[in-house]
């Protein structure tokens, strides 16, 4: 948390969030996309809901202050110990497990899920539409989001060395609808938020230079330039439309007006 809350906002999301203009404030900007996810999902306080990889704890607090059970999984221990202790500070209705998606079994069924900025490492489209089957409620929905590219999913020779050395892809779109489609799924909502995103990433790399000073003095020059480069350049090929960034709801019955 030392090396990435210095930069990120209020809400500490590691997926974009929605901006009414250019300038607007971004942790605004990650409170709207975090109370579209839980409008859209139908969500209320006392129901419960599923949040794969919830990094810092950005939609389990935010969801869990307004009532809501979340239910987060983490691969990190760090990030388990960190969410651990917000929910202890702040009495939070959430519970957070040190487990890896592929072998978490869920105790009862869910009143829905969010996977944001997840999917990118999870590329299992067929395993993620067969658990979402199985482990959500028969009015449950799905929340994601995620970034994609037409025609490529490997991230480039940069990307794994510095930024992901372990599993990381861009969203094979096709695949992931299709997976859903064929476990009963409706697509309710897919819109494209690459200009989101833009703003997003360009707001945490203008944070992190105006800190790197001190960033560098305590973890050295080499992971913050990756981190300069890897945001800036992500800022480039998103405003530029060569990577795309979407946002997706769906369930197994049709969409509510």
Same mark, same amino acid.
């Given at each position: 948390?030392?090396?990435?809350?210095?930069?990120?906002?209020?809400?500490? /999301?590691? %997926?974009?969030?929605?901006?009414?203009?250019?300038?607007?404030?971004?942790?605004?900007?990650?409170?709207?996309?975090?109370?579209?996810?839980? $409008?859209?999902?139908?969500? #209320?306080?006392?129901?419960?809901?599923?949040?794969?990889?919830?990094?810092?704890?950005?939609?389990?607090?935010?969801?869990?202050?307004? =009532?809501?059970?979340?239910?987060?999984?983490?691969? /990190?221990?760090? &990030?388990?110990?960190?969410?651990? #202790?917000?929910?202890?500070?702040?009495?939070?209705?959430?519970? !957070?497990?040190?487990? $890896?998606?592929?072998?978490?079994?869920?105790?009862?069924?869910?009143?829905?899920?969010?996977?944001?900025?997840?999917?990118?490492?999870? /590329?299992?489209?067929?395993?993620?539409?067969?658990?979402?089957?199985?482990? *959500?409620?028969?009015?449950?929905?799905?929340?994601?989001?995620?970034?994609?590219?037409?025609?490529?999913? &490997?991230?480039? +020779?940069? *990307?794994?060395?510095?930024?992901?050395?372990?599993?990381?892809?861009?969203?094979?779109?096709?695949?992931?609808?299709?997976?859903?489609?064929?476990?009963?799924?409706?697509?309710?909502?897919? !819109?494209? $938020?690459? &200009?989101?995103?833009?703003?997003?990433?360009? $707001?945490?790399?203008?944070?992190?230079?105006?800190?790197?000073?001190?960033?560098?003095?305590?973890?050295?020059?080499?992971?913050?330039?990756?981190?300069?480069?890897?945001?800036? /350049? %992500? &800022?480039?090929?998103? %405003?530029?439309? #060569? !990577?795309? =960034?979407?946002? *997706?709801? +769906?369930?197994?019955?049709?969409?509510?007006?």
């Amino acid at each position: 948390p030392e090396f990435f809350l210095p930069w990120f906002e209020r809400w500490r /999301s590691y %997926s974009h969030g929605f901006y009414a203009t250019p300038d607007t404030a971004p942790d605004e900007a990650q409170a709207q996309k975090l109370q579209h996810a839980i $409008d859209r999902l139908g969500l #209320k306080p006392g129901m419960e809901v599923f949040d794969m990889g919830c990094g810092w704890g950005a939609f389990l607090e935010f969801a869990a202050l307004q =009532g809501i059970h979340v239910h987060g999984i983490t691969i /990190s221990p760090v &990030q388990q110990a960190f969410v651990q #202790k917000l929910i202890d500070e702040k009495q939070l209705p959430a519970r !957070v497990e040190l487990v $890896d998606f592929a072998d978490f079994r869920p105790e009862r069924r869910f009143d829905g899920a969010v996977f944001m900025g997840t999917l990118e490492h999870f /590329s299992q489209f067929g395993y993620v539409a067969r658990f979402l089957a199985q482990n *959500l409620a028969p009015d449950a929905r799905l929340y994601a989001d995620f970034c994609s590219a037409r025609g490529v999913h &490997q991230v480039g +020779a940069f *990307l794994a060395k510095h930024i992901w050395p372990g599993t990381a892809n861009y969203v094979d779109l096709p695949k992931l609808t299709a997976a859903l489609l064929r476990e009963g799924f409706n697509i309710h909502e897919l !819109v494209d $938020d690459t &200009q989101n995103y833009a703003y997003t990433v360009r $707001d945490w790399a203008d944070a992190l230079d105006r800190v790197h000073p001190e960033m560098e003095a305590r973890w050295g020059r080499e992971p913050v330039r990756a981190f300069q480069l890897f945001l800036r /350049s %992500s &800022q480039y090929f998103l %405003s530029h439309n #060569k !990577v795309q =960034g979407y946002h *997706l709801v +769906a369930g197994r019955e049709p969409a509510r007006a």
